[in-house]
């Protein structure tokens, strides 16, 4: 079992920067993919950025490639996403996930555990 918490979130400018974590319960959680989605109000859950188990492959949703960065600190069992260049579009609650094996990185019914999401919200 993998507990998820993510933190990090808040009101930021556009143009500004934020780092979002999630920290996670279990020591088996280096051995996840790992994912970060959003889901901004009225709108479906979306992929936002994938890290493989082993840290070694990265994959990224059109809208966060150049801007965002996805990496993870195995000693502290915590999982990042680096968010620079801020848009007003990407506001909206974020979600860590994780699975032992993912299929499809992007399609957010491939994995099984979740956070409770942080909240970011990029003022115009």
């Known amino acids: 079992q993998v507990q998820l918490v993510e933190s990090g979130g808040g009101l930021v400018q556009a143009g500004g920067s934020l780092r979002l974590s999630c920290a996670a319960s279990g020591r088996t959680f280096s051995t996840y993919v790992k994912g970060w989605f959003r889901q901004a109000p009225g709108k479906e859950r979306e992929f936002v950025a994938a890290l493989s188990w082993s840290g070694g492959s990265t994959n990224y949703a059109d809208s966060a490639k150049g801007r965002f960065t996805i990496s993870r600190d195995n000693a502290k069992n915590t999982l990042y996403l680096q968010m620079n260049k801020l848009k007003p579009e990407d506001t909206g609650v974020y979600y860590c996930?994780?699975?032992?094996?993912?299929?499809?990185?992007?399609?957010?019914?491939?994995?099984?555990?979740w956070g409770q999401g942080t909240q970011v919200t990029v003022s115009s």
């Open positions: 996930a994780a699975a032992r094996t993912v299929a499809a990185v992007e399609k957010n019914n491939e994995y099984d555990y």
